[in-house]
């Protein structure tokens, strides 16, 4: 079985600029959870979706947001990159909240 | 509100000593408890979960109790090894709907040979 798969691995960009992080959950897993792991803040919850629909968001501005497509994959949208958006997110699945699994993550750096 | 405490690290120790890496929760209604470990340059990976008071979770020669009356879930292993190098996370899920895993601040481990 597949585990939950996120892309791309590594990616540099440049303060202002936009980013899309996408993730593929384990197939059957209709929740998608999103966190950011910044360098001592550790994992700071980002967004829950499940069945196409947002169900919660942690305490981050709005130009964080994402979206869920019909086959549970999901992206995650960073709009106006700021230095402390630096960071590595990571991306979890699961069937009816509960056994998180995680990929391996995002490493996003903003110069 | 909810949330996890877990002892601030690092946490170093030889090959074949004792961890011990606390984490105490705060939670409404009667949470499920996880750690989870991320070895240097990985994701997140589920260690151990106990879902009810009492219940003690183990993998890997890791274990852990969920014990209510104290709402601590402490990690503890006998012997650690090399491999065992890691952050280790305590979370919890409070079985609400709307709710995520919350997490502590991790604990770094590291042994050395």
């Known amino acids: 079985e597949a585990g939950v798969t996120q892309s791309p691995t590594h990616l540099i960009k440049t303060r202002g600029q936009q980013v899309t992080l996408r993730c593929s959950p384990i197939?059957?897993?209709?929740?998608v959870y999103w966190y950011q792991q910044a360098l001592g803040l550790g994992l700071q919850f980002l967004l829950w979706?499940?069945?196409?629909?947002?169900?919660n968001r942690g305490n981050f501005p709005p130009r964080f947001s994402g979206r869920q497509f019909p086959n549970y994959s999901s992206e995650l949208n960073v709009n106006a990159l700021e230095l402390e958006d630096s960071a590595l997110y990571l991306c979890?699945?699961?069937?009816?909240?509960?056994?998180?699994?995680f990929g391996s993550g995002t490493r996003l750096t903003v110069v | 509100g909810n949330s996890v405490t877990q002892m601030e690290g690092p946490v170093t120790l030889s090959e074949e000593a004792f961890l011990t890496i606390n984490c105490t929760y705060t939670?409404?209604?009667?949470?499920?408890l996880f750690w989870y470990v991320q070895y240097p340059g990985e994701g997140l990976q589920l260690l151990l979960k106990?879902?009810?008071?009492?219940d003690k979770g183990s993998n890997k020669g890791f274990e852990a109790t969920y014990r209510k009356e104290t709402t601590s879930f402490h990690l503890e292993k006998g012997s650690v090894q090399v491999s065992d190098s890691a952050v280790y996370f305590c979370?919890?899920?409070?079985?609400?709907?709307?709710?995520?895993?919350?997490f502590g601040k991790g604990t770094t481990l590291s042994v050395s040979s």
């Open positions: 979890a699945s699961s069937l009816a909240s509960y056994g998180y699994t």
């Open positions: 197939s059957g897993h209709t929740s």
């Open positions: 979706y499940d069945e196409g629909e947002e169900r």
């Open positions: 939670a409404t209604g009667y949470p499920s």
């Open positions: 106990a879902t009810k008071a009492d």
């Open positions: 979370a919890l899920t409070p079985n609400q709907a709307g709710t995520a895993l919350i």
